[in-house]
């Protein structure tokens, strides 16, 4: 059974930074789409980041210039690293993949977790 196990998130102080990763635990063939999304109290889910394919990336304006999402292919692992962060980035932060378990094989959508991510004023 895949899961996508998220960590690093937490609390820092405004001006600060945060690294978040997400790992999928389980076996795949490879992962074709991830992105970070993020949901503050009373808002809807957001999209923060969406790594397209390759090193295409699109990014919330919210945030473009400030986070950065990579990926590890080898580890099947997204990062996103998160600098100049201010209270309004305050949410709870999600991972998404669409994954292949087999090559030219349909895809699946998971979510991780969700890790939470306070930024003090």
């Known amino acids: 059974q895949v899961q996508l196990v998220e960590s690093g998130g937490g609390l820092v102080q405004a001006g600060g930074s945060l690294r978040l990763s997400c790992v999928v635990s389980?076996?795949?063939?490879?992962?074709?789409?991830m992105g970070w999304y993020r949901q503050a109290p009373g808002n809807q889910r957001e999209l923060v980041a969406d790594?397209?394919?390759?090193?295409?990336?699109n990014y919330a304006s919210s945030v473009k210039g400030r986070f950065i999402a990579s990926r590890d292919n080898a580890k099947n692992t997204v990062y996103l690293q998160m600098n100049s962060l201010k209270p309004e980035d305050t949410a709870v932060y999600y991972c998404?993949?669409?994954?292949?378990?087999?090559?030219?094989?349909?895809?699946?959508?998971?979510w991780g977790q969700g890790t939470q991510v306070t930024v003090s004023s």
């Open positions: 998404k993949m669409n994954v292949q378990f087999k090559d030219m094989g349909p895809t699946f959508q998971y």
């Open positions: 389980g076996s795949i063939f490879s992962i074709k789409t």
């Open positions: 790594i397209i394919s390759g090193d295409s990336t």
